[in-house]
């Protein structure tokens, strides 16, 4: 999902070629009679990615990571969750399938970390009604995207764990 670092993404594919490559892969998976996976589709928020859309028949949930980097690096700036999966919630759900934020998290740098959780996770299935899960980013040494390593782990800061406890108590 990161054309820059990943060698599949859509700075290094043209999108029938992936979607060919997708498409293979999963019919493989059928031709072997395998049933209990689940296709996620998972293109880069900030990309123009439905180009590269493996089609319906091909895909069961569509997710995006949701990171907050905060002010870590000179590319990054404090963003809430809204802006980072706002605009690409409402481009991908004229699909009507179920989504995940398949990375959630946000770092301390630069802003109110526990506020960040609270507010997406507050209204998450008001806002987002097609979200049917979250898979929290939970790690405390990524060294993947700047010179420095990052510590994405919340289970340590009361205050965020707080938030999170009270942001999804009430989801159904």
């Known amino acids: 999902n990161d054309g820059y670092r990943y060698p599949w993404g ?7 070629d992936f979607i060919d490559a997708w498409r293979h892969v999963h019919t493989v998976f059928a031709q072997q009679g ?24 091909y895909v069961d949930y569509i997710g995006a990571g949701v990171l907050n980097y ?20 409402k481009q991908m759900s004229v699909h009507k399938k179920p989504m995940m934020v398949t990375e959630f998290g946000s770092l301390a740098v630069g802003g109110d970390r526990a506020a960040w959780y609270a507010d997406a996770l507050d209204s998450m299935q008001a ?44 989801w159904k």
């Open 70 to 89: 905060g002010t870590v690096a000179v590319w990054s700036k404090w963003w809430s969750f809204g802006e980072i999966f706002g605009k690409f919630y």
């Open 10 to 16: 859509p700075q290094n594919n043209a999108a029938a």
């Open 127 to 170: 806002r987002y009604p097609l979200v049917r899960s979250v898979m929290f980013y939970h790690v405390s040494k990524d060294n993947t995207t700047t010179q420095q390593t990052l510590n994405w782990y919340i289970k340590n800061d009361k205050e965020v764990v707080n938030a999170v406890v009270k942001g999804i108590s009430s």
């Open 34 to 57: 395998v049933k209990n996976i689940v296709w996620i589709w998972s293109p880069h928020p900030a990309y123009e990615a439905e180009e590269f859309y493996p089609g319906d028949a």
